[in-house]
Structures are given as structure tokens and as C-alpha cells.
């Protein structure tokens, strides 16, 4: 498998203009994770999704943020409009959830390559 | 949710020496703690992980020890080495309906001076 497949690499933008993020999971991996890196404030969490529903959004800024998943093997970020807080590294990640019968899971996150987004 | 605090943010070793980062966390229903190194233009990638059941690991040069009375678990790296050189992430998962989630320490920068 090829890993966890972000695209772009890199974005350079202008405020006010839309950004989309795109991610393609591990094939047959249940669990996908949206993260924000930056210098302030580390990685943060903003968004994980299991079986393609959304379980918790609480992490995401605002509502110019949103992410869907159609299927098992896509996933977007959208950001509308940008501003220039909004610069950061955004990684993806997926996870296989090792037990579907108890409500506990070892869960090894693999992370992409990450998208590189400025904010001009 | 849960908490975890990570210490030093940064670390600076002579290569051959050891390095110890440690972690603690809040939730005492945590049981999976992770550790991740994250290069230099890369995603953080799993190291190793420890599970409430067992108080000690060890792969190699690294180990990883965990202390659920006290809520703290660290990572040792042994004879380090300059591509050991990365950030390095702690983190935590506890159970219930938080399935899935992994809660992130701040990183820890390690250099490795040849």
C-alpha cells in the first residue's frame, strides 16, 4: 500500500479565497483524522471521522472550516474563506480500530505527508 | 478529555549519550500510549507503544516505561544517534466514546550532536 496520500504537497493562497485539502486513507481503514501543526499551538486535532461518518468535530476553528468524507477513500478540508492564521502543516491520518466489540482500541494512526498551506 | 503534558519541548544530546523524554497524562482510563518521530518535512510516524497492561518495552535502542499509579510514561533512547535527530510526540488513548482518539503531547525537539 502506498501509504496515506495527501495532496497538494503545498498551497500558496490569498485571503478570502477557498482552500481544499484532499486525502486518500489506507485502504480498508476505518478511521480518518484531520490534524493542524503549527508552532503556537502543536499538532491539534480538528476533525475524525469512523465508517465515513463525522464523530467528533470539536476541534475544528470555526465554520469557515469543514470536511466531508463520500466515501471510504476520500476525504477533503475545506477552508472558505482562508485567512492568514489559517497557515499551517495539515496532516491526515487513518487508523484500523483493532476490536469492533469492546470500546477499546489500539489504534496505530499512520500519517501522510502532510499539506504545507500559506495564507498570503 | 484527556490531557497530556510532554517535557523538555527540546533536548540536545552528544551522540552515544541517552535521552529521556517523559509524558503525563490526566485520564486514568487511558490505556494505549503511543509515541511518534516526526522528520523534518514528514508525518509523524509510530515508534513504538506501550499498553496498560505491561510496564516496560523495548525495541532496540529505544524503550518506553509506563507508570499508570503516578499517570506518566517516557521514552528512553539508548546510544543515540544523529539521525535520531526529529521531534518526538507522546500520546494517549483512552477508552468509552472517545474510540480512536489519540490526544498528542506538545513534542519534544531532539538533536543529536555528532
Known amino acids: 500500500d502506498a501509504g496515506v496520500i495527501q495532496s497538494p504537497r503545498h498551497e500558496v493562497t490569498e485571503m478570502g479565497q477557498e482552500v481544499t485539502l484532499r486525502c486518500k486513507p489506507i485502504?480498508?481503514?476505518?478511521?480518518l483524522f484531520w490534524y493542524r501543526q503549527t508552532m503556537m499551538r502543536g499538532l491539534e486535532l480538528l476533525i475524525y471521522?469512523?465508517?465515513?461518518?463525522?464523530?467528533?468535530d470539536s476541534g475544528m476553528p470555526e465554520d469557515r472550516f469543514s470536511a466531508k468524507m463520500p466515501n471510504a477513500s476520500f476525504s477533503t478540508l475545506k477552508i472558505q474563506p482562508s485567512e492568514p492564521r489559517d497557515s499551517a502543516v495539515y496532516f491526515c491520518?487513518?487508523?484500523?480500530?483493532?476490536?469492533?466489540?469492546?470500546?477499546?482500541?489500539?489504534?496505530?494512526?499512520?500519517f501522510g505527508p502532510g499539506t504545507r498551506l500559506t495564507v498570503l | 478529555g484527556e490531557n497530556v503534558e510532554q517535557h523538555p519541548s527540546t533536548l540536545s544530546v552528544q551522540e552515544g549519550d541517552s535521552a529521556v523524554i517523559k509524558c503525563t497524562y490526566s485520564?486514568?482510563?487511558?490505556?494505549?500510549f503511543p509515541w511518534y518521530k516526526q522528520e523534518l518535512g514528514k508525518g509523524p510516524q509510530l515508534i513504538i507503544d506501550?499498553?496498560?497492561?505491561?510496564g516496560e518495552k523495548k525495541d532496540q535502542r529505544i524503550a518506553v516505561t509506563l507508570n499508570k499509579t503516578a499517570k506518566h510514561f517516557s521514552l528512553h533512547i539508548t546510544e543515540t544517534q544523529p539521525e535520531d535527530s526529529a521531534v518526538y510526540f507522546c500520546?494517549?488513548?483512552?477508552?468509552?466514546?472517545?474510540?480512536?482518539?489519540?490526544?498528542f503531547g506538545r513534542g519534544t525537539q531532539l538533536t543529536v550532536w555528532p
Open positions: 485502504s480498508g481503514h476505518d478511521y
Open positions: 500520546a494517549a488513548s483512552p477508552r468509552g466514546s472517545t474510540l480512536g482518539r489519540l490526544y
Open positions: 471521522f469512523n465508517n465515513n461518518v463525522p464523530i467528533d
Open positions: 506501550i499498553r496498560s497492561n505491561v
Open positions: 491520518a487513518s487508523s484500523l480500530a483493532t476490536s469492533r466489540t469492546v470500546k477499546t482500541s489500539y489504534n496505530e494512526q499512520f
Open positions: 485520564d486514568s482510563a487511558s490505556n494505549y
